[in-house]
């Protein structure tokens, strides 16, 4: 069985991207996402509207992943066309490249290191940090990885995060940001002067809320699962923190779809220019990648994901409160 470098070295038979399949996979998801748009403003009853902004929203994450692979150069790297195309995008989902490359650079980089900045990933404190930490600095970190925060991620994750404190920091670097923030400002409001704001609530608030929600979460709990391991710098490894520090999401073949396949993301961790497309072939084809840490969307799992709040490092496992320092100290 491979590991390390070789590993990595046998995976980039898959990092090829391939431009008709690229591009087809930008329209075809921007034809779907233009028609179920339509759909939430001209059919007729409102529990179909509320069915087509759900299904917005779900094709909002695939072009998100997409556009985030093409971030990282996975897909169409030498395209001027596709460079602006997914600069209007970040810009319209409110994930500017100015901002996600930084931060989702330093995530790859970075991921499962214990005392690392929390840039681009949500905070992890160890049960040693976490008990001697004040009162205040336990309610900010709790507060970042609430299950609400994440559940809101429209407000917290992309308009706080990506775009307002961004502009507040530096406004010249994140020029993009201070763009989008107005670009949605204007989107809303003319939706709702032209078409009211019943039609702005199932074709903007809804498929914006939804795929904020769904992207908040995956992002959270592929690193942030019961079987998840954490490293001070010193013990970290690229490989270690693909194959032991990032899940593999079981999906079915709808939501594989809609996700872009980003359930495997212990692979993409591996190596980020692996297209969306060609993970699971990678999976299929490298027997060191069958068997990793996994996570899955349903109820039961994610409640037991969003109870894990510190590190361990005696136990060697991310714990609830409750678990960690006893019922009273429970979120």
Not at 78 to 90: D, E, H, N, Q, V
Not at 163 to 168: G, S
């Amino acid at each position: 069985m491979r590991s390390g470098k070789e590993l990595i070295l046998a995976t980039r038979e898959f990092a090829k991207d391939n431009t008709a399949k690229s591009w087809f996979a930008v329209f075809s998801t921007l034809g779907l996402l233009s028609l179920a748009a339509t759909a939430t403003v001209l059919l007729p009853f409102w529990f179909l509207k509320l069915g087509a902004s759900v299904f917005a929203g779900l094709l909002m994450v695939r072009m998100f992943v997409i556009y985030h692979d093409h971030q990282h150069h996975a897909i169409l790297p030498r395209s001027k066309a596709a460079k602006f195309l997914m600069r209007f995008w970040g810009i319209f989902a409110m994930t500017p490249s100015c901002i996600w490359q930084h931060s989702h650079n330093h995530h790859h980089n970075h991921n499962s290191k214990l005392r690392s900045a929390h840039i681009g990933s949500y905070p992890v404190m160890t049960t040693e940090r976490y008990a001697k930490a004040s009162q205040q600095e336990r309610t900010k970190y709790l507060m970042m990885r609430h299950p609400m925060t994440i559940l809101m991620g429209y407000v917290t994750v992309f308009i706080m995060g990506m775009c307002i404190v961004p502009v507040l920091e530096n406004l010249k670097e994140n020029r993009d940001s201070l763009i989008a923030l107005i670009v949605h400002t204007l989107l809303y409001a003319v939706v709702i002067t032209v078409l009211g704001w019943v039609n702005a609530l199932f074709l903007l608030l809804i498929p914006f809320f939804v795929a904020s929600a769904l992207g908040s979460y995956l992002f959270y709990a592929q690193h942030n699962f019961p079987q998840v391991i954490f490293k001070d710098k010193e013990g970290w490894s690229y490989e270690g923190a693909a194959l032991d520090s990032s899940s593999y999401c079981q999906m079915g073949p709808f939501m594989n779809f809609m996700t872009g396949n980003i359930g495997y993301h212990h692979i993409h961790h591996l190596n980020a220019k692996i297209p969306f497309y060609r993970l699971p072939e990678a999976y299929e084809k490298l027997p060191e990648l069958q068997t990793p840490r996994v996570t899955s969307l349903k109820p039961g799992e994610i409640l037991r994901c969003l109870r894990l709040k510190v590190w361990d490092v005696e136990k060697q496992r991310l714990l609830p409160l409750d678990e960690a320092f006893g019922p009273s100290q429970s979120a």
